[in-house]
C-alpha cells in the first residue's frame, strides 16, 4: 500500500456511486480501532491465501513461487505474487485484469470504459450481453434461441410480469440453466464469456509469466467445465511456456486465509507475537 497507509480506489464511476477518486481508508478505521489495520485488494488478498495455504502451502520457501490469481463472479479481478513479493503497483491496483480491454469500442463495463474483461466474463456481464441480446429479439426469440431464459426468468418474475421485470428478474444461473437445456443464445453468451477469459489468462500469463494460475470465483466455481475451453484459448494467445491453470482449492475461502495472512503482518509489524502458529 502506498505509504503503507493508504489505497487509491481503481476507479470507482461517480456516475454509479458518486464517490471522490481518493477515499482515505485505514486513517478514520485507526481512530475508531486499537488493533493494526491493514486495508488490501480482494484479489490481491486471496493471491496471499493460495502462497500461504493453497498451492503453494508446501513450499517452504515463498521467494521462488510465481503466482496468479484470477476471480471470475459477479465481477472479474486478479493478483499476483511474485517471487516472494505481492505485487502491488503505485496505488495497490496492480493485476485489475478485468478492466483488461479485450474488445476495442465493445460493451460499456461498470468502469465507465467499453470493451473491459469484465463486461464480458463476469456474472454481471453475461446478464447484461443476454439481456441485449433478448431486446435485439424484441424479447420474443424463436424456440431455442433466448426462449429456455425466458422461461427461467418468469418462473421467477412471476407469469404476469412484464417484459421490463423478465429482464430484470435475469440472473447469471439462469444463463448456465438455460444453456444446459440447449438455449443457443444463452451458449453464445457464455462461449464469448470463455473465449475472453482465456483472452485475460493470457494476457496474464504474458505479462507476469506465472509458473501457475489459480482460479476461483462464483462462476468458476459453480461452472469448473468452463476451465478446459479458457485454457484452450489461452494457450492460442501465449508468447511464454504455458503455465498450469487449476481451479483454487481454498474454494470460497481464498480471500479469508489471505486476510488471516494479512493480521498475521500486521501483528508481527506492531510487535504482536501470534498465539497459533504461522501458515505455511
Known sequence: MKDSTHIKPCKISSEKVG???????????????????????????????????GVGKDTKDKRSLHLAYVTISTGIGGGVWDGGHLLRGKDGNAAEVGHILVKEGGLKCDCGNYGCAEAYCSGTGIVRNARMR???????????????????????????ASEW??????????????????DRLAQEVIDEAVHY????????????????ITVGGAMALEHPEILEPMKEEMLKHLNVAPP??????LGYG???????????????ASGIKPSRAEPG
Open 134 to 160: 433478448l431486446i435485439n429479439e424484441d424479447l420474443r426469440p424463436e424456440e431455442g434461441y433466448g426462449s429456455e431464459i425466458l422461461k427461467l426468468a418468469r418462473e421467477r418474475a412471476g407469469s404476469g
Open 254 to 268: 481464498a480471500v479469508e486465509y489471505g486476510a488471516l495472512v494479512l493480521a498475521r503482518e500486521a501483528a508481527e
Open 165 to 182: 421485470k423478465l429482464l430484470e428478474a435475469l440472473t447469471a444461473p439462469m444463463i448456465f440453466e438455460a444453456a444446459a437445456r440447449g
Open 197 to 212: 477469459s482465456g483472452i485475460v489468462l493470457a494476457d496474464i500469463a504474458n505479462a507476469y509469466d506465472p509458473e501457475i
Open 19 to 53: 464517490l471522490p477518486v481518493y477515499i482515505p481508508l485505514i486513517e478514520p478505521l485507526n481512530e475508531k480501532f486499537p488493533a493494526p489495520i491493514r486495508v488490501e485488494n480482494d484479489c490481491a488478498t486471496a493471491v496471499l491465501g493460495e502462497v500461504y495455504f
Open 244 to 249: 498450469e491453470v487449476v481451479l483454487t482449492p
